[in-house]
Protein backbone atom coordinates (compact mmCIF):
# COMPACT_ATOMS: atom_id res chain seq x y z
CA UNK A 1 0.00 0.00 0.00
CA UNK A 2 1.45 3.25 -1.05
CA UNK A 3 0.34 6.84 -0.58
CA UNK A 4 0.40 10.55 0.73
CA UNK A 5 -1.28 12.07 3.54
CA UNK A 6 -0.82 15.92 4.89
CA UNK A 7 -1.11 16.11 8.16
CA UNK A 8 -2.89 19.09 9.53
CA UNK A 9 -1.19 21.04 12.47
CA UNK A 10 -4.58 21.67 14.40
CA UNK A 11 -4.05 17.60 15.94
CA UNK A 12 -1.58 18.31 18.12
CA UNK A 13 -4.48 20.83 19.71
CA UNK A 14 -7.48 18.48 19.44
CA UNK A 15 -8.45 16.11 21.40
CA UNK A 16 -7.13 13.26 20.05
CA UNK A 17 -3.39 14.56 21.27
CA UNK A 18 -4.81 13.72 24.49
CA UNK A 19 -5.14 10.76 24.69
CA UNK A 20 -2.66 7.56 25.08
CA UNK A 21 0.02 7.35 22.82
CA UNK A 22 -1.27 3.74 21.61
CA UNK A 23 -4.02 5.78 20.43
CA UNK A 24 -2.19 8.46 18.92
CA UNK A 25 -0.13 6.18 17.36
CA UNK A 26 -3.05 4.24 15.96
CA UNK A 27 -4.68 7.15 14.50
CA UNK A 28 -1.67 8.42 12.62
CA UNK A 29 -1.68 5.22 11.01
CA UNK A 30 -5.09 5.11 9.59
CA UNK A 31 -4.28 8.22 8.26
CA UNK A 32 -1.14 6.94 6.43
CA UNK A 33 -2.73 4.19 4.71
CA UNK A 34 -6.27 5.06 4.14
CA UNK A 35 -7.12 5.84 0.36
CA UNK A 36 -7.94 8.63 -1.50
CA UNK A 37 -11.89 8.74 0.31
CA UNK A 38 -10.90 7.88 3.80
CA UNK A 39 -11.21 4.50 3.57
CA UNK A 40 -8.61 2.04 5.77
CA UNK A 41 -8.69 -1.40 4.18
CA UNK A 42 -6.94 -3.44 7.47
CA UNK A 43 -8.05 -6.15 10.11
CA UNK A 44 -7.39 -5.13 13.65
CA UNK A 45 -4.33 -7.64 14.00
CA UNK A 46 -3.21 -6.14 10.32
CA UNK A 47 -3.16 -2.59 12.01
CA UNK A 48 -1.77 -3.49 15.29
CA UNK A 49 1.03 -4.57 13.24
CA UNK A 50 1.34 -1.49 11.43
CA UNK A 51 1.09 1.11 14.52
CA UNK A 52 3.52 -1.64 16.33
CA UNK A 53 0.89 -2.13 19.04
CA UNK A 54 -0.39 -4.95 20.80
CA UNK A 55 -3.73 -6.44 19.77
CA UNK A 56 -5.40 -5.37 22.92
CA UNK A 57 -4.02 -1.72 22.36
CA UNK A 58 -5.54 -1.59 18.75
CA UNK A 59 -9.02 -2.65 19.77
CA UNK A 60 -9.08 -0.11 22.41
CA UNK A 61 -7.83 2.57 19.95
CA UNK A 62 -10.70 1.57 17.85
CA UNK A 63 -13.15 1.62 20.35
CA UNK A 64 -12.03 5.49 21.35
CA UNK A 65 -12.31 6.32 17.81
CA UNK A 66 -15.21 4.86 17.19
CA UNK A 67 -17.07 6.37 20.19
CA UNK A 68 -18.47 9.98 20.83
CA UNK A 69 -16.29 12.93 21.64
CA UNK A 70 -18.00 15.49 23.78
CA UNK A 71 -15.37 17.91 23.52
CA UNK A 72 -14.47 17.64 19.68
CA UNK A 73 -14.08 20.65 18.17
CA UNK A 74 -16.41 19.01 14.72
CA UNK A 75 -19.54 17.97 16.36
CA UNK A 76 -20.75 15.69 13.13
CA UNK A 77 -21.18 12.19 14.02
CA UNK A 78 -21.08 13.52 17.57
CA UNK A 79 -16.97 13.76 17.37
CA UNK A 80 -16.53 10.30 16.35
CA UNK A 81 -13.67 9.81 13.74
CA UNK A 82 -14.44 6.85 12.49
CA UNK A 83 -17.05 4.43 11.75
CA UNK A 84 -16.31 0.22 10.73
CA UNK A 85 -17.32 -0.38 7.43
CA UNK A 86 -16.93 -4.08 5.93
CA UNK A 87 -13.29 -4.87 5.26
CA UNK A 88 -12.10 -1.73 7.38
CA UNK A 89 -12.80 1.68 8.66
CA UNK A 90 -14.08 5.34 6.99
CA UNK A 91 -12.15 8.49 8.51
CA UNK A 92 -16.03 10.06 8.99
CA UNK A 93 -13.86 13.49 8.17
CA UNK A 94 -11.42 12.53 5.63
CA UNK A 95 -13.40 14.26 2.80
CA UNK A 96 -13.70 17.18 4.61
CA UNK A 97 -9.99 18.12 5.36
CA UNK A 98 -9.01 17.11 1.65
CA UNK A 99 -11.45 19.21 0.39
CA UNK A 100 -10.37 22.30 2.51
CA UNK A 101 -6.82 21.63 1.64
CA UNK A 102 -7.17 21.64 -1.81
CA UNK A 103 -9.14 24.97 -1.54
CA UNK A 104 -6.77 26.39 0.57
CA UNK A 105 -3.54 25.46 -2.60
CA UNK A 106 -5.54 27.05 -5.06
CA UNK A 107 -6.08 30.01 -3.28
CA UNK A 108 -2.34 29.88 -2.72
CA UNK A 109 -1.25 29.34 -6.07
CA UNK A 110 -3.75 31.68 -7.79
CA UNK A 111 -2.28 34.29 -5.33
CA UNK A 112 1.21 33.67 -6.78
CA UNK A 113 -0.01 33.43 -10.25
CA UNK A 114 -1.50 37.12 -9.78
CA UNK A 115 1.84 38.56 -8.57
CA UNK A 116 3.58 37.00 -11.02
CA UNK A 117 1.74 38.46 -14.26
CA UNK A 118 1.40 42.08 -11.39
CA UNK A 119 5.14 42.30 -12.14
CA UNK A 120 5.22 40.88 -15.84
CA UNK A 121 2.77 43.61 -16.72
CA UNK A 122 4.91 46.35 -14.57
CA UNK A 123 8.13 45.23 -16.48
CA UNK A 124 6.37 45.68 -20.09
CA UNK A 125 4.83 49.04 -19.16
CA UNK A 126 8.44 50.21 -17.60
CA UNK A 127 9.81 48.77 -21.01
CA UNK A 128 7.61 50.28 -23.73
CA UNK A 129 7.74 53.91 -22.21
CA UNK A 130 10.36 56.25 -21.61
CA UNK A 131 8.30 59.40 -21.05
CA UNK A 132 7.63 61.19 -17.68
CA UNK A 133 4.05 59.50 -17.92
CA UNK A 134 5.54 56.22 -16.82
CA UNK A 135 4.81 56.35 -12.99
CA UNK A 136 0.87 57.27 -13.83
CA UNK A 137 1.11 54.30 -16.26
CA UNK A 138 2.59 51.97 -13.70
CA UNK A 139 -0.10 51.65 -10.97
CA UNK A 140 -2.77 51.38 -13.90
CA UNK A 141 -0.86 48.72 -15.07
CA UNK A 142 -0.97 46.96 -12.43
CA UNK A 143 -4.46 47.83 -11.37
CA UNK A 144 -5.25 45.68 -15.05
CA UNK A 145 -3.09 42.99 -14.23
CA UNK A 146 -4.70 42.75 -10.74
CA UNK A 147 -7.82 43.02 -12.33
CA UNK A 148 -7.73 40.21 -15.20
CA UNK A 149 -5.76 37.66 -12.58
CA UNK A 150 -8.81 37.91 -10.45
CA UNK A 151 -10.96 37.02 -13.54
CA UNK A 152 -8.21 34.44 -14.33
CA UNK A 153 -8.62 32.89 -10.67
CA UNK A 154 -12.58 33.25 -10.79
CA UNK A 155 -12.59 31.29 -14.55
CA UNK A 156 -10.42 29.27 -12.96
CA UNK A 157 -12.92 28.67 -10.03
CA UNK A 158 -15.81 28.20 -12.29
CA UNK A 159 -13.55 25.44 -14.59
CA UNK A 160 -13.01 23.32 -11.54
CA UNK A 161 -16.47 22.98 -10.50
CA UNK A 162 -17.80 22.73 -13.49
CA UNK A 163 -15.39 20.53 -15.60
CA UNK A 164 -15.44 17.01 -14.38
CA UNK A 165 -12.67 14.67 -14.54
CA UNK A 166 -12.89 11.71 -16.82
CA UNK A 167 -13.69 9.40 -14.25
CA UNK A 168 -16.36 11.63 -12.78
CA UNK A 169 -17.92 11.29 -16.20
CA UNK A 170 -17.72 7.98 -16.11
CA UNK A 171 -18.73 7.20 -12.85
CA UNK A 172 -22.03 9.12 -13.28
CA UNK A 173 -22.40 7.42 -16.57
CA UNK A 174 -22.67 3.88 -14.65
CA UNK A 175 -25.27 6.14 -12.22
CA UNK A 176 -27.63 7.14 -14.50
CA UNK A 177 -27.12 3.52 -16.93
CA UNK A 178 -25.41 5.68 -20.13
CA UNK A 179 -23.01 2.93 -22.20
CA UNK A 180 -19.16 4.46 -21.29
CA UNK A 181 -18.53 4.16 -24.59
CA UNK A 182 -21.17 7.30 -25.38
CA UNK A 183 -19.70 8.88 -22.23
CA UNK A 184 -16.58 8.63 -23.47
CA UNK A 185 -17.23 10.03 -26.57
CA UNK A 186 -19.38 13.06 -25.01
CA UNK A 187 -16.54 14.07 -22.38
CA UNK A 188 -13.93 14.09 -25.26
CA UNK A 189 -16.33 16.13 -27.23
CA UNK A 190 -16.47 18.62 -24.36
CA UNK A 191 -12.80 18.88 -24.07
CA UNK A 192 -12.19 19.47 -27.44
CA UNK A 193 -14.68 22.23 -27.52
CA UNK A 194 -13.48 23.98 -24.43
CA UNK A 195 -16.73 22.92 -22.55
CA UNK A 196 -19.06 25.28 -24.71
CA UNK A 197 -21.94 24.09 -25.93
CA UNK A 198 -23.38 24.70 -29.32
CA UNK A 199 -24.42 28.18 -28.44
CA UNK A 200 -20.93 28.85 -27.12
CA UNK A 201 -22.01 28.62 -23.66
CA UNK A 202 -19.73 27.75 -20.96
CA UNK A 203 -21.13 24.22 -19.96
CA UNK A 204 -21.98 24.55 -16.02
CA UNK A 205 -24.32 21.98 -14.81
CA UNK A 206 -22.73 18.73 -16.68
CA UNK A 207 -24.66 16.50 -15.32
CA UNK A 208 -28.12 17.82 -16.88
CA UNK A 209 -26.08 17.73 -19.75
CA UNK A 210 -25.65 14.23 -19.33
CA UNK A 211 -28.95 13.52 -18.64
CA UNK A 212 -29.49 14.68 -22.24
CA UNK A 213 -26.98 13.37 -23.54
CA UNK A 214 -28.61 9.55 -21.97
CA UNK A 215 -31.97 10.57 -23.69
CA UNK A 216 -30.57 11.26 -26.97
CA UNK A 217 -29.12 7.73 -26.71
CA UNK A 218 -31.90 5.55 -25.19
CA UNK A 219 -34.09 7.64 -28.34
CA UNK A 220 -31.27 5.91 -30.69
CA UNK A 221 -32.09 2.90 -29.53
CA UNK A 222 -29.14 1.99 -26.98
CA UNK A 223 -26.55 1.54 -29.35
CA UNK A 224 -23.91 -0.78 -27.89
CA UNK A 225 -21.15 1.23 -29.59
CA UNK A 226 -20.53 4.44 -31.85
CA UNK A 227 -22.31 3.74 -35.38
CA UNK A 228 -18.67 2.81 -37.20
CA UNK A 229 -17.87 0.08 -35.39
CA UNK A 230 -21.62 -1.87 -34.97
CA UNK A 231 -22.87 -3.86 -37.23
CA UNK A 232 -26.46 -4.14 -38.11
CA UNK A 233 -27.01 -8.03 -36.59
CA UNK A 234 -24.96 -7.22 -33.19
CA UNK A 235 -26.00 -7.50 -30.30
CA UNK A 236 -25.50 -5.86 -27.04
CA UNK A 237 -22.90 -8.12 -25.26
CA UNK A 238 -23.43 -9.46 -21.75
CA UNK A 239 -21.50 -6.72 -19.13
CA UNK A 240 -18.19 -8.39 -17.63
CA UNK A 241 -17.90 -8.89 -13.67
CA UNK A 242 -15.00 -6.58 -13.35
CA UNK A 243 -17.28 -3.77 -15.45
CA UNK A 244 -20.09 -4.93 -12.85
CA UNK A 245 -17.75 -4.12 -9.90
CA UNK A 246 -15.97 -0.40 -11.53
CA UNK A 247 -19.47 0.65 -11.48
CA UNK A 248 -20.65 -0.60 -8.00
CA UNK A 249 -17.08 0.90 -7.05
CA UNK A 250 -18.12 4.17 -8.91
CA UNK A 251 -21.80 3.97 -6.81
CA UNK A 252 -20.40 3.55 -3.57
CA UNK A 253 -18.21 6.84 -3.91
CA UNK A 254 -21.18 8.86 -4.68
CA UNK A 255 -23.12 7.75 -2.12
CA UNK A 256 -20.02 7.74 0.03
CA UNK A 257 -20.48 11.86 -0.32
CA UNK A 258 -24.16 12.25 -0.79
CA UNK A 259 -25.20 15.69 1.60
CA UNK A 260 -27.99 12.81 1.95
CA UNK A 261 -25.96 9.90 3.62
CA UNK A 262 -26.01 9.69 7.41
CA UNK A 263 -22.39 8.36 6.86
CA UNK A 264 -21.28 10.77 4.78
CA UNK A 265 -18.92 13.51 5.61
CA UNK A 266 -21.09 16.05 3.98
CA UNK A 267 -24.18 14.74 5.22
CA UNK A 268 -26.71 17.72 5.81
CA UNK A 269 -29.74 17.27 7.54
CA UNK A 270 -30.90 20.08 5.98
CA UNK A 271 -30.07 18.48 2.23
CA UNK A 272 -32.96 19.00 -0.95
CA UNK A 273 -35.63 16.26 -1.53
CA UNK A 274 -34.19 15.85 -4.35
CA UNK A 275 -30.72 15.04 -2.98
CA UNK A 276 -32.80 12.11 -0.73
CA UNK A 277 -34.40 10.66 -4.12
CA UNK A 278 -30.76 10.72 -6.08
CA UNK A 279 -29.45 8.85 -2.97
CA UNK A 280 -32.42 6.38 -2.91
CA UNK A 281 -31.95 5.84 -6.77
CA UNK A 282 -28.35 4.89 -6.17
CA UNK A 283 -28.59 2.75 -3.63
CA UNK A 284 -31.44 0.77 -5.52
CA UNK A 285 -29.12 0.47 -8.93
CA UNK A 286 -26.06 -0.66 -6.82
CA UNK A 287 -28.47 -3.49 -4.99
CA UNK A 288 -29.22 -4.48 -8.98
CA UNK A 289 -25.90 -4.55 -9.74
CA UNK A 290 -24.85 -6.77 -6.64
CA UNK A 291 -27.79 -9.06 -7.79
CA UNK A 292 -26.66 -8.94 -11.58
CA UNK A 293 -22.83 -9.69 -10.46
CA UNK A 294 -23.96 -12.60 -8.51
CA UNK A 295 -25.90 -14.46 -11.79
CA UNK A 296 -22.92 -13.51 -13.94
Not at 94 to 123: D, I
Not at 181 to 205: I, K, P, Q, T
Request: hydrophobic fraction near 35%.
Amino acid sequence: MSGFTKLFSSIVTSTIWSEDDKTRIVWVTMLAISDRCGFVAASIPGLAKLASVSIEDCKAAIEKLSSPDTYSRTKEHEGRRIAERDGGWLILNYLKYREAERAAERTVYFREQKRKQRRAMSKMSTQSTKSTNVHQCQPIAEAEAEAEADSLERGAGRACASRPSEKEVLSYASVIGLAEWRALDWFREMEGCGWMDHNRREVVAWQRVMDRVKVKWEADGRPSGPPSSRQSNSKPRAAYPSEISKSIAAIDELILKSPANHDSAFYDSKCEQDEKQALKSLRARREMLVKQLAGV
